[in-house]
């Protein structure tokens, strides 16, 4: 299973992002990884569909934006316009949330049960515009949620921290959801974001996961080039 490597751009000099998407292409990386937040769904804000156009106009990679928003569907219109080539929504925002996490300002926001007429409407909708369809859930929200849409989806991303901030500690539980996903024979790309690095992603490609999420691990690193090698040796 050859290994691709996605960075997110959150951790780029938004100053320079030309130049970050330049040593992106230059460094070996696949895909770029936009982490679109708007301080509801999680306790940030970020960037929105112009800076995803922006960043379309500058690099000729696929471009996933990953949607930590309220009312996913209010927008996949607009990411994809803006040259978003996947989109990926959150279960989470596809059920009844647990009544720890329903209210304003209470994270991370979990699930127990997915309504699978809506996520397949939204999913069939992304993949009707030409794009490739990907879902995502929390740490917290079980794997089996996933069930009723693993025949319809091009791309599940399974959250290895509570999404918000970059830089954070990997969560273990992550590698049971990626092993439950091959195991149930999902064949499709399974990407892994939140503490990736040298140290993380030997599991997290044993257990089966082929696209990895780096941000700050490959833009603090004094050699990009030889991270994205690193983790692309990973490769079975």
């Known amino acids: 299973m050859s290994i691709e490597v996605s960075t997110s751009i959150l951790s780029a000099d938004f100053g320079k992002i030309a ?30 569909p112009v800076v995803t156009e922006a960043v379309r106009r500058h690099t000729r990679l696929p471009v996933a934006a990953h949607l930590m928003i309220e009312h996913p569907w209010d927008y996949i219109d607009a990411f994809a316009e803006a040259g978003a080539d996947i989109i990926v ?7 009844e949330r647990r009544a720890a996490c329903r209210a304003y300002g209470q994270y991370p926001k979990e699930i127990d ?14 993949k009707a515009r030409g794009r490739k369809a990907g879902f995502t859930l929390n ?13 319809e989806v091009d791309h599940v991303l399974v959250m290895s921290v509570n999404p918000g901030f970059s830089g954070q500690k990997f969560m273990p539980s992550a590698l049971e959801k990626i092993a439950w996903l091959r195991a149930r024979g999902f064949e499709k790309d399974i990407a892994v974001d939140g503490g990736i690095n040298a140290g993380t992603a030997p599991e997290v490609v044993k257990a089966g996961a082929n696209v990895l999420v780096t941000a700050s691990y490959f833009f603090s690193s004094q050699d990009p080039a030889g991270v994205v090698r690193g983790l692309k040796s990973l490769a079975g």
């Open 19 to 48: 130049e970050a998407l330049q040593l992106c292409a230059r460094s070996g990386v696949d895909r770029i990884h936009v982490d679109v937040m708007d301080g509801h769904f999680v306790p940030n804000i970020t960037i929105g």
């Open 89 to 95: 929504v959150h279960a989470e925002c596809y059920g």
């Open 139 to 151: 740490p917290g929200t079980p794997v089996e949620c996933l069930l009723p849409v693993l025949g």
């Open 113 to 126: 049960m997915l309504d699978a007429h809506r996520a397949l409407a939204d999913i069939r909708r992304i």
